[in-house]
C-alpha cells in the first residue's frame, strides 16, 4: 500500500498571505496525485488532479506541483473562506486501489 | 450536472449488515468512463476509501476491507449499493460515495450520511 503523508498537521495564515501544503508518498506516484478541500460538514471538494490540473471551476489561487514522491498545494492571497481540510490522494496503484492523506487543517487567523 | 445521494439506516446494530444506496441523478451510471465509489470518514478522523464499482459491474476494494465489504450496481435504477458486513463501533462513520473518472479522482461527491453502530 502507498502510504501518503502530509505537512504541517495544522497550519495558520493570515489572510492576503501564501499557504504551503506538503503531501509525500511512500513509492513513487509519477503524477497521479488530487488535492481535495473539505469544510467541516461537508464533503470533500476536489480542487486538483493529475498534480496540477486545476478541477472546473476553482480559483486561480489554488495551484499543485510536484511529481514522484513530494507534491505541493499552494494557495494565494488566502481568504478566510479557504479555512478546511486539504487531503491529498494518490491512484497510482495496481490493481487499481487509492489511499488518501491524514490531512492538514488550514486556520485563516 | 451530474449528483449523487446517498440513503440507507443511520442506526446499524453491531454484527448485523450495514446497507447503503447512491443514488445518480442528471446523468447515466451507464458510462465506460466512470467508476462509482464509496468512502467512508469515522469521526474526526480522515477519509477511507472502502471500493468502487463500474456498471458493467466490475469491483475493486480496499484489500484492508475486502473480506467485510461488497458493492454492487442497479443500472437500470441509476443507483450502486454499500454492504458492509459484521459491523463493530468502528465501523460508525459518515459514508461518502462518489463518481470516479477511470480508476483516478473522485468527482463529485455526495453529500454523505453519518451511520452509527450501537446497540
Known amino acids: 500500500e502507498i502510504v501518503m503523508t502530509q505537512s504541517p498537521a495544522t497550519l495558520s495564515v493570515s489572510p492576503g498571505e501564501r499557504a504551503t501544503l506538503s503531501c509525500r508518498a511512500s513509492?513513487?506516484?509519477?503524477?497521479?496525485l488530487a488535492w481535495y478541500q473539505q469544510k467541516p460538514g461537508q464533503a470533500p471538494r476536489l480542487l486538483i488532479y493529475?498534480?496540477?490540473t486545476r478541477a472546473t471551476g476553482i480559483p486561480l489561487r489554488f495551484s499543485g506541483s510536484g511529481s514522484g514522491t513530494e507534491f505541493t498545494l499552494t494557495i494565494s492571497s488566502l481568504q478566510s473562506e479557504d479555512s478546511a481540510v486539504y487531503y491529498c490522494q494518490q491512484y497510482n496503484s495496481w490493481p487499481p486501489a487509492c489511499t488518501f492523506g491524514l490531512g492538514t487543517k488550514l486556520d485563516i487567523k | 450536472q451530474v449528483q449523487l445521494q446517498e440513503s440507507g439506516p443511520g442506526l446499524v446494530k453491531p454484527s448485523q449488515t450495514l446497507s447503503l444506496t447512491c443514488t445518480v441523478s442528471?446523468?447515466?451510471?451507464?458510462?465506460?468512463?466512470?467508476?462509482w465509489s464509496w468512502i467512508r470518514q469515522r469521526p474526526g478522523k480522515g477519509l477511507e476509501w472502502i471500493g468502487y464499482?463500474?456498471?458493467?459491474?466490475?469491483?475493486y476494494y480496499n484489500p484492508s476491507l475486502k473480506s467485510q465489504v461488497s458493492i454492487s450496481v442497479n443500472p437500470s435504477k441509476n443507483q450502486f449499493s454499500l454492504y458492509v458486513s459484521s459491523v463493530t463501533a468502528a465501523d460508525t462513520a459518515v459514508y461518502y460515495c462518489?463518481?470516479?473518472?477511470?480508476?483516478?479522482?473522485?468527482?463529485?461527491w455526495g453529500q454523505g450520511t453519518l451511520v452509527t453502530v450501537s446497540s
Open positions: 493529475g498534480a496540477s
Open positions: 442528471g446523468g447515466s451510471i451507464r458510462s465506460d468512463t466512470y467508476y
Open positions: 464499482i463500474h456498471y458493467r459491474g466490475t469491483t
Open positions: 462518489a463518481r470516479n473518472q477511470g480508476y483516478n479522482w473522485f468527482d463529485p
Open positions: 513509492h513513487s506516484v509519477s503524477t497521479s
